[in-house]
């Protein structure tokens, strides 16, 4: 009888487990299976591709004007090439600029202060700096290190008139290109002084020049190339840039900064436009040395 009492349990025992096992197999069948989802790595690398396609055209668009001509070496006589270094924690300073000989006439010196005490006025450049610091309200940023460079190109306009077009290079640690600004000064070496683009064009031209430069740009835009994602000139842009021009004796190139025409990647800083083609914007009179 005991033993019979021990086969009994074995058995009950063992009709259990077969009954979870089957439970737990019948279970299976609910158990919703889930994939796993696979990383798609292709909108990632045409990012990665474009950034650098546009990284190649930045460096490239701003060797071009770095590397442009100009008559800096047969106006030795008449310039001198200055430079100004400072280098902080905070920022470097690299200033390259021309000063006129006032052995020549002393009305240089008109145009040597100006350079002096207002455009390379560095005490300025170093408290606009340390105050841009201070109202940042990032702590990141105010631990980024600026780095200001200026170069410059001169022109020479029938040993009448100098054009400056001084090119200006501001660099932020994090930054993977510096953003390029403009500014151009034009010098009636004659007379002693500054010529502005009311000097040169008839007064409420700005419209008609900039039609004339809207079909430049355009030609150039419809010509594909480096000029894909540039666009038109707006009035308000053209009236903020228009003293921003250098001169030749048979054209006129104006400047603008990044962005204004163009995308930093692409396309160019300038347009070049030919002085026959501007005659009907054009003073007639006699000091204005463009009168042909």
Known sequence: MKYLYILFLILLLSNCKNDSNKE?????????????????????????????????????KQKTLIKKSDEREELQKLILDKRYVIE??????????????????????NFNEFINEY??????????????????????????????FIDYKIYNVNDQLVSILFYKENFYSGAMHPSFSFDCFNFDLNRGVFMTYDDFFIEGSEGELLMVLNEKLNEKIKSGGLYYDCWELSLTDFIGSKNNFVLNETYVEFYFDDCTICPSYTGTYSIELQLIDLLSVLKKYDLNPLVF
């Open 24 to 60: 737990n197999f019948d279970n299976i069948e609910d158990i919703e299976v889930v994939a796993l989802p696979v990383k798609d790595t292709s909108q990632t690398n045409h990012t990665n591709i474009e950034s650098l396609d546009k990284s190649i055209t930045i460096e490239m």
């Open 88 to 109: 902080k924690e905070d920022y470097n300073l690299n200033f390259k600029y021309p000063l006129l000989n006032e052995s020549f006439k002393p009305t240089h010196r």
């Open 119 to 148: 455009y390379i006025n560095v005490s300025q450049i170093e408290k606009d700096i340390l105050e841009s610091k201070l109202l940042c309200d990032s702590i990141e940023a105010q631990n980024f290190r600026e780095e200001r």
